[in-house]
């Protein structure tokens, strides 16, 4: 986290990818400016008992920040343990994923799929 804080970064487009077992995915696209979310949008892709069509669902658009990822990973306690990765140019947590292999279902991932650094 300190070598993302280092680079200071504060108007950024980021798009994080969530994907919720086979339940539901949903991308969401935020736009920081001076730290703070300026524009936030998601779209859904349909899972495969959606019947080809999905609903966007609500959500906190700073969880999907830079700041947001480095929560989610430090909230994480589970075990077994999460598989982060981190970005090798910027830092930030490029995926975080989850699978209990003693529970159906229970997988999921979040999974930075686009990242713009703005002047």
Not at 67 to 82: H, N, Q, W, Y
Request: charged share 20%; net charge negative.
């Amino acid at each position: 986290e300190q070598a993302w804080l280092a680079q200071a970064i504060t108007d950024y487009r980021i798009e994080v990818l969530v994907v919720n077992s086979i339940w539901h995915a949903q991308s969401h696209q935020i736009t920081v400016h001076a730290g703070q979310v300026a524009d936030a949008a998601a779209s859904c892709i349909p899972a495969p008992f959606e019947g080809g069509q999905c609903r966007v669902e609500a959500f906190t658009a700073e969880d999907f920040t830079a700041a947001g990822l480095f929560r989610k990973v430090r909230s994480l306690s589970t075990t077994p343990p999460a598989e982060i990765t981190y970005d090798p140019a910027y830092h930030f947590p490029s995926q975080i994923a989850f699978d209990d292999p003693n529970l159906v279902d229970e997988d999921w991932m979040w999974r930075v799929t686009g990242f713009e650094v703005l002047k």
